[in-house]
Nanobody, 115 residues
């Protein structure tokens, strides 16, 4: 059974940092492209970062230079280091089994950034 479980969200102040984790199981992780997406209330799903099995990386302009995606293939985990968080980063964050926003995803983790 394929599972993706996000964790690490929380409430922080503007300028602070968080690291999100996504633990996966049920499929071969090391060669699977993975992504992070986020969705704020009333907004569309935004693809903010992706990483392929061989290390190709994508960042949306809105997070480039502040967020870092990484993966630990041995432990089947995906990470998103988020620095200098801003109120506009507030959303539910999901990891996605895909290169892009559309694919199987977990239940999400809420990130709230106060000004």
């Amino acid at each position: 059974q394929v599972q993706l479980v996000e964790s690490g969200g929380g409430v922080v102040h503007s300028g602070e940092s968080l690291t999100l984790s996504c633990a996966v199981s049920g499929f071969p992780f090391s060669n699977q492209a993975m992504s992070w997406v986020r969705q704020a209330p009333g907004e569309e799903l935004d693809w903010i970062s992706g990483i392929t099995g061989n290390g190709r990386i994508f960042y949306d302009a809105s997070v480039k230079g502040r967020f870092t995606i990484s993966r630990d293939n041995a432990n089947e985990k995906l990470y998103l280091q988020m620095n200098n968080l801003k109120p506009k980063d507030s959303a539910v964050y999901y990891c996605v089994k895909a290169w892009g926003p559309f694919g199987l995803r977990g239940q999400g983790t809420q990130v709230t950034v106060s000004s």
